[in-house]
């Protein structure tokens, strides 16, 4: 089924067109809801909320294009995890590492091409949640330090700063392991 149909399937309250949904968007939206928390148990637990947000707002969606709904999808999904996390009030979770990255300073010749992707992806999942959010709206989702602060209810800067600081760590990360496979 094409996005089109699925779309006039769903507002319908067709079954057949929420389960080709389903199927065609939960690996994506799994995905997309690991890349803000690692913990498996607790992804599954939000990829249910996602689906179910997705089919109580779906009067709410309204088709423009190829493509549209892939992207209505994923907002509903990030503001879920979101969601999950000022619940839990994890979203400060930064740790101080003040002089461990004061004394690093980011290499210029990093080649993130080189890293395979799922290393990458084990060190963003490794940042502390504060970090991991930042970085995953600014650098995946291209937010800007604005619309993350509002969303996420703190200053431009401080999104700024811990972009900053969720970056020198993926530097010092890939320089390591850099090192260790030559």
Known sequence: MTEQEITAGCKKGDNKARKELYEQYKGKMYALILRYMPDRDVARDVLHDGFIAVFTRFDRFEWRQEGSLRAWISRLFVNEVLQHLRAKDILRDTVDIGKTLETFSMPEDINVESIPSNILHHFISELPTGYRTVFNLFA???????????????????????????????????SEYRKRVG
């Open 140 to 174: 995946l989702d291209g937010l800007s330090h604005k619309e993350i602060g509002m969303m996420l209810n703190i200053s431009e800067h401080t999104s700024s700063s811990q972009f900053y600081r969720a970056k020198q760590i993926i530097a010092r990360k890939i």
